[in-house]
């Protein structure tokens, strides 16, 4: 832990990525990311943004290069993996919601089993936030019962039971259908204005426009260019980077 | 277009073809001139005989108090043997009895040997499901474990058992095991149909786990949760609910498994009905009865899982 304030909460130096079949999925990639800041990382697919994001709460073990979250070595032998997890909530294309247990209890499990709070804090917490996500009417419901929009404002809220400091989304909306896109990126928004840290591996140009801090571009496992949005956007000086643009605006 | 069956007529076939079955049954029995005896079964189920009370030594009946109270004074003169609760008296004042003599009777009932054998057969079902469930899931966690040493024990115990018959396995854990660590009977039963269950349990619980998809573990992970937490509250009910069927199988086989254990002399159902065929004649009777009673077992057993996955199904 540091002593004086550091205004950086994750610092991801040289990360390499190396996968047991051989596949090279992360390049040296260097990202530093202060506190509040929102974060949209692009590329096409195959790019390494789901390796890269994983890699931060430790889905994915690092080959070479070190990252810290909020100070913490994610490298170091003695570092308490499920404490870092603790802090660093993520929210998944697929929702990976838990099925056989109901919105509010998908909310309420890790801070009962992790946090070993009372199911009376959990329940209160867990019925604020699902308030929170606009979910208060479907607190009982299972997760086949909802709609994929509802499930992943669901798996939103289960993240951010866990009172985490950073919130990673890897693609959360690419697998709903797109009426509903709009309600999940809602909540997305209010949790940027709330100040909170955020990591999102997205399509959603619009969201990057309108939300991020800075945008990042990855290709080919490397971190090819970064910048502020209303920047990046606009930027011709990278030629990998307009071709990218170039097809998916 | 698919087929229209009329339901009334083709169950009305089925029953049919029941009834001619037993009527088959029946002919043949009679072809062979048996006489069937069902009259003699109940008592080998449940029997209605008054326990007797015998005399532990010889000497003289006394009946007092009207034939409230009977004692019998020994020869030697020492203290009488007395007997104040019974139903009915079999000896009479005065009488001269012999050590062992019957005195008195009490009306109860009481298990048959039929009967001793069902209830020692749900004892070795239970204690061996319970064992076997147990051995089952620690044996598949191991199976996949990234761990190689516990991959492989797992591994080895599986195939050792899947390879070779349970019959055989009965009698190395009866002779070899029973003798090294002094086991009773049923305990070296018990631990041959639980080692062998667990195997089979262990490739259920495999299966069960590995059919639930990655994300799950790793948004139970990502939560904070350690493995074993992840495991026990959101695999495992997962995978718990997926199994029922297979495991409903493997306990029903278990049931029908565990009557080979009759080989090494444990008097379960089986061999309860091999000692009453010998002593009644009734062939027939018996091991149809016998099978009547391992089908009210199985049959007890499939219903109770079916309920439960109905009420697993709600989050459906
Ligand atoms: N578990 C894995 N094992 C082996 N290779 C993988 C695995 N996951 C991803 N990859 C490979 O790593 C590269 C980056 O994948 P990913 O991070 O999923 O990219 P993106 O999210 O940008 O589409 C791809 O080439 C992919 O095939
Ligand atoms: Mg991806």
């Known amino acids: 832990m540091t002593e004086h304030f550091d205004p950086s909460i994750i610092v991801a130096r040289d990360v390499d990525k190396i996968y047991p079949n051989g596949c090279h999925a992360l390049k040296r990639v260097s990202l530093e990311i202060?506190?509040?800041?929102?974060?949209v990382i692009i590329g096409p697919s195959g790019s390494g943004k789901s390796t890269f994001l994983r890699t931060l709460n430790q889905l994915e073990t690092i080959s070479d290069g070190d990252i810290r979250i909020d100070g913490i070595s994610l490298t170091d032998k003695r570092t308490d993996i499920n404490k870092v997890r603790e802090e660093v909530g993520m929210v998944f294309q697929s929702f990976n919601l838990f099925p056989h247990k109901t919105a509010l209890q998908n909310v309420m499990l890790a801070p009962m089993k992790v946090l070993k709070k009372s199911r009376e804090q959990a329940e209160k917490k867990g019925r604020e936030l699902l308030y929170k996500v606009g979910l208060s009417e479907r607190m009982h419901s299972y997760p086949s019962?909802?709609?994929?929009?509802?499930?992943?404002?669901?798996?939103?809220?289960?993240?951010?039971?866990?009172?985490?400091?950073?919130?990673?989304?890897?693609?959360?909306?690419?697998?709903?259908?797109?009426?509903?896109?709009?309600?999940?990126?809602d909540v997305m928004k209010s949790l940027a204005s709330d100040g909170m840290t955020m990591v999102v591996v997205t399509h959603e140009m619009g969201f990057?426009?309108?939300?991020?801090?800075?945008?990042?571009?990855?290709?080919?496992?490397?971190?090819?260019?970064?910048?502020?949005?209303?920047?990046?956007?606009?930027?011709?000086?990278?030629?990998?980077?307009?071709?990218?643009?170039?097809?998916?605006? | 277009m698919q087929k229209q069956y009329n339901p009334l007529l083709w169950n009305a076939i089925f029953a049919v073809i029941l009834l001619g079955l037993g009527y088959g049954i029946y002919a043949a029995s009679k072809s062979?001139?048996?006489?069937?005896?069902?009259?003699r079964i109940p008592q080998y189920l449940i029997s209605t005989d008054p326990t007797e009370i015998r005399s532990p030594f010889d000497g003289t009946v006394v009946v007092e108090?009207?034939?409230?109270?009977?004692?019998?004074?020994?020869?030697?003169?020492?203290?009488?043997?007395?007997?104040?609760?019974?139903?009915?008296?079999?000896?009479?004042?005065?009488?001269?009895?012999?050590?062992?003599?019957?005195?008195?009777?009490?009306?109860?009932?009481?298990?048959?040997?039929?009967?001793?054998?069902?209830?020692?057969?749900?004892?070795?079902?239970?204690?061996?499901?319970?064992?076997?469930?147990?051995?089952?899931?620690?044996?598949?966690?191991?199976?996949?474990?990234?761990?190689?040493?516990?991959?492989n024990l797992a591994i080895t115990y599986i195939e050792l058992i899947r390879g070779t018959p349970l019959l055989v396995q009965i009698f190395i854990f009866y002779f070899f095991i029973g003798t090294v660590l002094d086991l009773d009977r049923f305990t070296a039963g018990v631990a041959a149909l639980a080692v062998f269950t667990g195997a089979?349990?262990?490739?259920?619980?495999?299966?069960?786990?590995?059919?639930?998809?990655?994300?799950?573990?790793?948004?139970?992970r990502s939560l904070g949760m350690n493995y074993v937490q992840a495991m026990t509250n959101v695999i495992l009910p997962q995978a718990f609910k997926r199994t029922l069927p297979p495991m409903a199988g493997q306990f029903i086989n278990l049931i029908k498994d565990s009557s080979l254990v009759s080989v090494i002399a444990i008097t379960d159902l089986t061999k309860a009905g091999r000692e009453v065929v010998s002593s009644t004649f009734a062939p027939f009777e018996v091991w149809f009865t016998v099978a009547l009673l391992y089908l009210v077992l199985t049959g007890a057993l499939s219903w109770a899982v079916q309920r439960l996955e109905k009420r697993l199904a709600a989050s459906d």
Not at chain 2, 87 to 96: N, T
Not at chain 2, 208 to 217: L, V
């Open chain 1, 34 to 39: 202060n506190r509040g800041e929102v974060v």
């Open chain 1, 145 to 185: 019962q909802l709609s994929g929009g509802q499930q992943q404002r669901v798996a939103i809220a289960r993240a951010l039971a866990m009172m985490p400091k950073i919130m990673l989304f890897d693609e959360p909306t690419s697998a709903l259908d797109p009426e509903m896109v709009g309600e999940v990126l």
């Open chain 2, 32 to 39: 062979i001139d048996y006489t069937w005896r069902w009259e």
């Open chain 1, 208 to 249: 990057a426009r309108e939300v991020a801090d800075r945008v990042v571009f990855m290709e080919e496992g490397e971190l090819v260019f970064e910048e502020r949005p209303e920047r990046f956007f606009e930027s011709t000086s990278n030629e990998r980077l307009q071709r990218f643009l170039g097809q998916v605006l």
């Open chain 2, 200 to 220: 089979y349990i262990a490739e259920i619980v495999r299966s069960g786990i590995q059919s639930i998809p990655p994300g799950q573990m790793e948004a139970a």
């Open chain 2, 65 to 151: 108090q009207g034939g409230k109270r009977v004692l019998v004074d020994p020869d030697s003169g020492d203290e009488p043997f007395v007997v104040e609760k019974f139903d009915l008296l079999l000896a009479d004042d005065g009488d001269i009895v012999f050590e062992g003599d019957a005195v008195a009777g009490i009306e109860e009932w009481r298990l048959g040997p039929i009967g001793w054998g069902l209830l020692t057969t749900l004892k070795l079902s239970v204690v061996s499901l319970v064992f076997a469930m147990v051995i089952g899931l620690f044996t598949g966690l191991a199976r996949i474990s990234d761990n190689p040493a516990l991959r």
